[in-house]
């Protein structure tokens, strides 16, 4: 039995960054070389450590999520997380205090806006309509809340630094962050060095919002999440010369979720459940860029998989010596 408490380590808290760098490129890169050996370095050097044919794979999602703040007629206050569109004032919502929310309840939200719970969608979710008003959606904009990770509690002053400078298809709940490093330069650069790049799509859902809450692995359950390999994408992935690189553990379950044969994709559009896990076997993707995860997450569980758990907890642990910055707005990790 594959076992949650193997896939943990102590991560300090002042460790976890609360805010972005200034400039996107500016962190710190951790390399960890597939035999477990370490390097420590820069992120603006990925241009040297790609190479001529290799492909880097992108996931171009972009975050459309907005977090809202409101009140009961009772004067409870609620929260409602606006995961995706329904029709044209429906969504698909997670609300805390979730079940004390019944259906019919009335929400007066932040901004004069006002909704009305509807039937349970299951998993958590809600759906959420609002009374109808003239420019919905630039109100929304204009309320809404950046819907940051739990474990961030300062305020994001520029909301496009939680978005990816190349993402373009809007559907997320919470933004690819391995790709919040890579600047409109620094692809440039890759390119002009003779590496492919290659965007596939998978929208995060609301798994990164939950932590596995099983210590069996067996037991637990991965929620649907849309995901798309374009025709012209997967024509770049399968015609690739050198080394296939990932950038974000979404864009490896993309990848891999497509997986027709060694270094083949198809091109579509699916639900993926994949749990990558101990005994999987890759068949796309040489390397991965990454940030820092926390303790007992797919994620870690992911990386573990993809080149060995005990390497891995390794590098984590240089990592906390060394002080780097985790999680969301962090530093990088490249596996290679």
């Known amino acids: 039995m594959d076992r949650l408490s193997d896939f943990t380590y102590e991560l300090p808290e002042d460790l976890i960054a609360q805010t972005p760098l200034e400039d996107r490129a500016a962190s710190r890169l951790l390399v960890l070389h597939k035999n477990g050996d370490v390097e420590h370095g820069a992120f603006c050097q990925v241009v040297d450590l790609l190479k001529e044919g290799d492909t880097l ?47 019919g309840t009335r929400i007066e939200f932040d901004g004069g806006l006002s909704a009305t719970v509807g039937v349970d969608l299951g998993e958590g979710l809600k759906q959420i309509e609002f009374d109808a008003v003239p420019n919905l959606e630039e109100r929304l904009d204009a309320v809404g809340h950046v819907p940051l990770p739990p474990y961030i509690h300062e305020r994001l002053s520029d909301r496009e630094r939680y978005q990816t400078v190349y993402g373009i298809s809007k559907g997320s709940a919470a933004a690819p962050t391995a790709g919040l490093h890579f600047t409109d330069e620094i692809l440039k650069s890759l390119m002009e060095a003779g590496v492919q790049i290659a965007y596939v799509t998978l929208h995060v859902g609301i798994d990164t919002f939950r932590p596995v809450q099983v210590e069996n692995l067996d037991e637990h359950k991965m929620h649907g999440e849309w995901c798309e390999i374009t025709e012209a994408a997967a024509s770049i992935i399968n015609a690739t010369k050198g080394r296939i690189i990932a950038v974000g553990t979404t864009s490896v379950r993309t990848l891999e979720s497509f997986a027709i044969g060694p270094k083949s994709v198809s091109s579509g559009v699916k639900d993926t459940r994949l749990f990558i896990r101990p005994g999987f076997v890759f068949q796309i993707v040489d390397g991965m860029f990454t940030n820092f995860h926390l303790p007992g997450t797919t994620m870690l569980v992911m990386l573990s998989t993809f080149v060995g758990r005990e390497k891995v907890l390794n590098a984590y642990e240089q990592a906390v010596q060394k002080r780097y910055r985790f999680l969301s707005f962090g530093d990088s990790m490249l596996i290679v």
């Open 57 to 103: 794979v992108m996931n171009n999602t972009r975050v459309s999520a907005r977090r809202l703040l409101g009140k009961k007629e009772t004067g409870g206050a609620v929260e409602a997380l606006l995961i995706r569109h329904l029709s044209a004032e429906q969504f698909e919502a997670l609300l805390k205090p979730g079940k004390r929310l019944k259906e």
